[in-house]
């Protein structure tokens, strides 16, 4: 059988993807290496709790741009947003001192003046862009007239720790912005460019929400809208090789079953790596392949699930951050939302040590202890610092399950367990969506942004590759309000 389009993967990007690829007239298949789409954002259940996994809150939905994008995908009606604490929507700790972060772009700024009034010209400076990059972002704000609008424009751009030593800011308050940064996308104030630190914290700044069921529910509204219009997903079917015809344009896909499915389009909305092995020899360029894998993946996490009895009211509506002043430790206690499905299991995250066993040993979990002794240290070692910060958690929890960067390696495929793809940063060209192989196109937040807003974004960017840049845009905008 052939297709309009195959979209190999099924994250938001995947999914968004194939719903534009739909609307647009396309005969679209998605393919999935998992039993069930969405395998990095979706929960698990553990004695009957939900353990949230790859996602947890989204921001952006207080501007046009989330509302418009989920009305353009039909899954407005089938999500429920829930508005976090605005006044301290994260609480982020660090040299001994507690920074609440509001929503609303005036809030924080006030709330940064109020913490660092010697960095009073950097703050607004700070803000000033942005504000600013938000409005000029046509993805992001949909009253703005569509012009050129740059696929790269952030390559060449300042870093975020230069730009606001620049302006003159305090030290704490560039860890404290840059750390905060870090969690959401795992890309230091080093690296990521002033403009990606501001379409990313923008949205959130703007305003945070989770949702009833986490990753589950955003993951099956795309899914049902999509099958619902013909569309289909076949699971459990690993995408192997892409087969390129005379030209060296798209032809079909390779299945790991041995299935051969012909196509027009393809978009490849996976970890970019991956795509390393699964395109014939010859079929690029070395210059391609070297480019796709000199890209530096983000970091991946040590995870933690806790069956809280009586939940502290601190981490109701409330993200709890905890830095490390040398910027080597980070945990995050995720919040907790009982206007919902109540039965959710508190997450806890951290970065992971630097040594850590091999992912050899892991493979042989059975027979190698190594892996076992250093998940159970690490996790005593995570839970001993969250109950010295948060004592009301002691004696009021107990442990669920634990997971390494290892265990999200193996669960997603993603290389490394990376937790948001390649990195966006100012030392290197980001990834486009058009690709040496015509009608092969990437998607998915190695592209464009990393976390929700960010993943539908590029799965608009990458189907304008096939539409029109400026058409998507406008069909979406007939549902901004």
Request: glycine share 8%; with cysteine.
């Amino acid at each position: 059988m052939k297709y309009d389009s195959i979209v190999i993967g099924s994250g938001f990007s995947g999914l968004s993807a194939a719903i534009v690829l739909q609307k647009n007239g396309h005969k679209v298949l998605v393919l999935e290496r998992d039993k069930k789409p969405s395998p990095l954002v979706r929960r698990f259940k553990r004695n009957e709790l939900w353990c949230d996994v790859g996602f947890h809150y989204a921001g952006g939905f207080k501007s046009s741009a989330m509302p418009a994008m989920f009305k353009y995908l039909g899954i407005w009606d089938r999500v429920t947003p829930l508005l976090m604490n605005t006044k301290a929507f994260d609480r982020i700790f660090y040299n001994g001192k507690v920074y609440e972060i509001p929503c609303g772009f005036e809030n924080v700024r006030q709330a940064y003046l109020n913490y660092f009034p010697e960095s009073a010209t950097a703050v607004n400076a700070y803000m000033d862009y942005i504000i600013k990059t938000q409005d000029s972002t046509p993805f992001i704000n949909f009253d703005l007239d569509f012009e050129n609008y740059s696929l790269t424009a952030c390559n060449s751009d300042i870093s975020f720790h230069d730009f606001l030593k620049g302006h003159g800011a305090e030290d704490e308050f560039i860890s404290i912005a840059g750390n905060h940064c870090y969690a959401l996308c795992a890309t230091e104030g080093r690296e990521i460019s002033m403009h990606y630190h501001a379409l990313i914290m923008g949205a959130f700044y703007d305003s945070a929400y989770m949702f009833d069921r986490g990753g589950d529910e955003i993951a099956d509204a795309l899914s049902e809208v999509f099958m619902s219009q013909g569309g289909e997903i076949a699971c459990n079917r690993e995408v192997v090789q892409l087969e390129v015809a005379e030209g060296k344009s798209i032809k079909a896909v390779h299945t790991s079953d041995g299935g051969r499915v012909e196509c027009d389009y393809c978009l490849f909305s996976a970890h970019p790596h991956l795509l390393c092995t699964m395109l014939p020899q010859g079929a690029v360029k070395p210059a391609f392949i070297n480019r796709l894998k000199g890209h530096a993946g983000t970091d991946s996490f040590f995870i933690i699930w806790l069956d809280v009895f009586n939940m502290p009211d601190v981490f109701k509506a409330t993200n709890n951050y905890v830095f490390s002043t040398d910027g080597r430790e980070y945990i995050a206690v995720m919040a907790s939302d009982e206007r919902g499905d109540k039965r959710k299991a508190l997450s806890v995250i951290s970065t992971s040590p630097q040594q850590m066993p091999g992912i050899e040993q892991y493979a042989q979990r059975t027979v190698d202890p190594a892996y076992y002794n250093f998940k159970d240290k690490h996790t005593r070692y995570i839970l001993k610092k969250v109950e010295e910060l948060f004592p009301a958690l002691t004696g009021n929890y107990r442990l669920l399950e634990a997971a390494t960067p290892h265990t999200i390696e193996r669960y997603t495929a993603t290389p490394g367990g990376s937790a948001y793809g390649t990195k966006h940063t100012v030392y290197q060209s980001d990834l486009i969506p058009v690709t040496s192989v015509r009608a092969l196109y990437l998607c998915g937040q190695s592209v464009q942004l990393p976390g929700l807003m960010g993943t539908m974004i590029s799965a608009f960017i990458s189907t304008s590759m096939i539409f029109g840049l400026e058409n998507i845009r406008n069909q979406i905008r007939l549902y901004n309000e």
